[in-house]
C-alpha cells in the first residue's frame, strides 16, 4: 500500500488507489475512527452550543 504495488513471487504490479483512501486505510480509519480522532474538537464545539441543543454523548474509552 505504501508503494501502491504488490509484489508475489518476483512479480510486481502497481494499482491505482487515490491519496485520502490510502491514508485512511495506512492509519487504519473507518468512518467511526475518523470522527473520534477529532474528539478534542468536538468536545470543544459542543462546549460552545446552547444548552437548549442537542449534544452528543462523551466517548467511552
Do not use: C, H, Q
Not at 39 to 52: H, W
Request: glycine share 10%.
Amino acid at each position: 500500500l505504501e508503494s501502491r504495488s504488490v509484489s508475489y513471487n518476483g512479480i510486481s504490479l502497481g494499482f491505482a488507489i487515490d491519496d485520502y483512501t490510502r491514508w485512511r486505510l495506512m492509519e487504519g480509519l473507518d468512518d467511526i475512527g475518523l470522527t473520534v480522532k477529532n474528539s478534542a474538537s468536538i468536545d470543544t464545539f459542543e462546549k460552545s452550543r446552547a444548552g437548549y441543543k442537542p449534544a452528543t454523548l462523551p466517548i467511552r474509552g
